[in-house]
């Protein structure tokens, strides 16, 4: 089986936490015999009118007239859709692939599904967070707030076939709300699985005279509870911070 793909992410089993869950999606998918045919865009170095035209009434339709943090920012965006929309268009009109796969989304991306919905696609969302609740992530394109944010979210996960949490916490929170959705938790990558077991061997005839507190600080949820560990800490045993951007911390 074949099926269309968007992610922002690489699937690096050896990189970030949005590098990592797409590496165990990328597994997963292979496991269940699906190819993915990514969408790879390479924006055009000269508009089209014709182009311009599509971009501009394709944002209306998805995101409407309100909210945009300006009218620049809203023509700008107009104009870097433009610069792809050929591919976009050409892209959800294959015809012998009836799914596409979505992990981009953040509301900029939020033209996929719709422009999937249009050529009869249907639509499996593997959101890696429910992006309006992630603490101090904030939209570049429209001036809502989190209510407004996760209120426009919650409507493009209803509108898909399917939905994968990356928790049973968000997916509880989804089927509350009406989302069509399942859980597919996180693993480690096969990869780096191994990796950590033979850690986990070595560690067995190590001396056990300090804790490492591991976690990537990138993630602003992550280096809250990091913050809050080390604010609590007592210094009586010795405490290693490890991780992507912990030299913050």
């Not at 074949?2 to 998918?29: C, D, F, M, V």
């Not at 998805?62 to 050409?90: C, E, P, T």
Request: glycine share 4%; net charge neutral.
């Amino acid at each position: 089986m074949k099926t269309l793909s968007h992610s922002i992410y690489a699937p690096n089993p050896y990189g970030h936490g949005g590098e990592k869950r797409s590496r165990q999606l990328q597994e997963w998918h292979t496991k269940n015999g699906i190819e993915l045919i990514p969408l790879e865009l390479k924006p055009k170095e000269r508009l089209s009118i014709a182009a311009l035209w599509h971009s501009f009434w394709l944002m209306l339709r998805v995101y409407g007239s309100q909210g945009w943090k300006s009218l620049y920012v809203f023509m700008r965006h107009v104009k870097n859709i433009s610069l792809i929309y050929n591919q976009l268009d050409a892209y959800f009109q294959v015809e012998c692939v009836d799914a596409f796969y979505w992990e981009s989304t953040r509301d900029q991306w939020y033209i996929l599904p719709y422009l999937a919905k249009k050529y009869n696609k249907q639509v499996v969302a593997f959101p890696h967070n429910l992006e309006a609740l992630v603490d101090g992530q904030k939209s570049f394109l429209f001036t809502w707030n989190a209510e407004e944010r996760f209120a426009r979210e919650l409507a493009v996960l209803r509108d898909c076939e399917k939905v994968y949490a990356i928790s049973n916490e968000e997916t509880w929170l989804l089927q509350l709300m009406g989302v069509n959705a399942s859980a597919l938790l996180y693993e480690l990558p096969s990869a780096v699985k191994e990796q950590c077991n033979k850690v986990a061997e070595l560690r067995k005839q190590s001396s056990k005279d300090y804790y490492l507190m591991l976690g990537s600080a990138i993630n602003p949820p992550t280096r809250i509870g990091m913050e809050e560990v080390l604010k609590a800490w007592d210094n009586s045993v010795p405490l290693v911070v490890a991780g992507f951007g912990t030299e913050q911390l």
